[in-house]
């Protein structure tokens, strides 16, 4: 391995299992000295079956039963105690790539492909977890063996050995240069296989769309292209790895013919006895596994390599919303929220807001109206830190929100979205979403004020139905029924309501607006308006145009103002 290999980059995550592999390799030391011994035996055996000694013969198959129970237990040892390591290690790695995950801003994911993230999270770690069980389990092993194996043929011969060992430097460089082919072929077949694995979530998540545009005929033949290309790919990896068994085997036939031609001259120049012959092709053989195990486990490691690269790219991925690392605790707040001299651009050079202000009272409600695109969600979205604004500040109760630690900050601002997304598990686990203990009594208490108690009663399980991918479906109401009970359980200072644009039944509508009104009481909202009943109702309605606030009164006195509002009111609302 290079020194620029990203599996050095590995080693820290060794170090916690440090006991575990030092024990193992004792184990692997007892079990690599049982080969030479092995050779000895069959040697000498095969010298006294020669001369007929049959006491003698049983003396050693009594030796060779206690050899082989030695053996047998330090194997034991070596396999479960390095399989424990390198399964620790693998689970180590998966659990902090999805840490480091966790703690990406949002816009990382909004241009990820979360087919490739998972599959990353999954094959390609697996991948690597069986790099490191192998490494351990037979790369090591193999080469000890190899190595204590050669020593004693060389204690045997060394002519023998150095002409057995010619063809060895010209196996290396083979060997070497096909790992090289592999890797790029291996890299190639991983980014066909995670495209594949992308594609495949794009098309199943817009399913609705898929079928509204009758496209079925031209995902599948997307579908197929990409599955080609990957068959491909991988068919190219697997050329590769067969011309290098070929030619890797083809050499070491030819290497025990040229041993039996030169150990023949060794015995008629008296070097060598013919039990010591004996034993040194039983060493021969011996090497024969190590080798082919080194040279798959080879091929292995650089395929192995590609995907350790791509999850140690994960890991350098730092995320643009940072918390400084003297960040404290913001208290409990009253919900004063000010904007001062807000840029913020997701590309440079498209500016969303441009030196905006605002500044909401504690228990004020604002409805934000304005063109699609004008940038509502972006100035709700930057008061949790989903995004950071390139200039000024946004303070809650005067800290500046950069100050505070995330979740803190976070635990204080209510989100109901305008798509609810429910997770599977229990009704009862999603209205206490992200609490691993949760009191039952407030869930339900939550679920009342958010007219959704009811409903959740009638279910076979009450609470504790499953919903999401394989239970309950439920409909839109219930659904946003559910995302205020979440927000009622968290009960923050602040909330950010992005009212959903497809109506719903009357009755339904009013479930949820009654729930809206018990959960915004006293809170400082925010929201984005798209029903006339919530603008005429907030406290103040501001227009967002140009990234900036054109506008800001009450319904009527915009109304009355004739201008932006009136036509924006004309247009929706009436
Ligand atoms: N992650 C993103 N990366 C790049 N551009 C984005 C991103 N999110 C939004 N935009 C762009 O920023 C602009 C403002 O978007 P935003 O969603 O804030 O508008 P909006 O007023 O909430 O619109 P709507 O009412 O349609 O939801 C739009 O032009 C949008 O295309």
Redesign the pocket.
Known sequence: MKQSSSYWQLLPFFRPHWQTIAKALACTLGFTAFWPLLAWLVGEIAGYIGQGDVNAIAQFAGLAAIIFLVRGTVQYGQDTLMASAALAIALDLRKQVYTHLHQLS??YF??AKTGDLSYRLTEEIDRVGEVIYKFFHQFTPCILQLIVVLGYMIYINWQLTLGTLIVAPLMAVLIGWFGEKLLTFSRHSQTRTSNLASLLTEVFNGIRLVQAFSAQDYEISRFTLESEYNRRAKFRAEQIKAIQFVVVGFLEAMSIVFLFLLGGWQISQNNLTGTEFISYVTAVALLIDPIALTTSNYSEFKQGEASCDRLFELLAIQSTVRERSDATILPVVKGKVEYQNINFA??PE?P?LNHLNLTVKPGEMVA?V??????????V?LLPRFYDPQLGQILIDGVNIREVTLSSLRKQIGIVPQEVILFSGTVAQNIAFGQIYYDLKEVKTAAEIANVHQFISQLPEGYQTLVGERGVNLSGGQRQRIAIARAVLLNPRILIL?EATSALDSESEALVQEALERLMKNKTVFV?AHRLATVRRANRILV?EGGQIVESGTHNQLLEKGERYARYYAQQFS
């Open positions: 949002v816009g909004e241009t997701y590309l498209k969303i934000l304005g063109a699609s695109g004008a940038g509502k969600t972006t100035l979205n992005d984005i967002i």
